[in-house]
């Protein structure tokens, strides 16, 4: 059975940094492109950024460019979401995802996913 398991997340002030991971376990994690998504409170699923199989290609939306660096170490089937200068904006369950897609950005074409991990910036 495949798992995502997500961790890093907590409450930081605004301005302040956070790395998330996702550790892979039963799944062939370098022949899958990860991404990762947020849900704020009351509101929908939204993309947060992607990476493909390799590592060597990434892509984000506007609101977390510069800010965010999503990562890979395919040896330790982790995914890493270095998150720098955060914004109150940014509280949000984060989860972790695994497509067989080249970096999508639709939550709709990944297959795996995780439980998420709370984070709240404060201000």
């Known amino acids: 059975q495949v798992q995502l398991v997500e961790s890093g997340g907590g409450l930081v002030q605004a301005g302040a940094s956070l790395r998330l991971s996702c550790a892979a376990s039963?799944?062939?994690?370098?022949?899958?492109?990860m991404g990762w998504f947020r849900q704020p409170p009351g509101k929908e699923r939204e993309f947060v950024a992607t990476i493909s199989w390799s590592g060597g290609s990434t892509s984000y939306p506007d609101s977390v460019k510069g800010r965010f660096t999503i990562s890979r170490d395919n040896a330790k089937n982790t995914a890493y979401l270095q998150m720098n200068n955060l914004r109150p904006e940014d509280t949000a369950v984060y989860s972790c995802?695994?497509?067989?897609?080249?970096?999508?950005?639709?939550?709709?074409?990944?297959?795996?996913w995780g439980q998420g991990t709370q984070v709240t910036v404060s201000s």
């Open positions: 039963n799944v062939n994690f370098r022949y899958y492109s």
């Open positions: 995802a695994a497509s067989t897609g080249l970096q999508p950005t639709l939550s709709k074409d990944y297959t795996y």
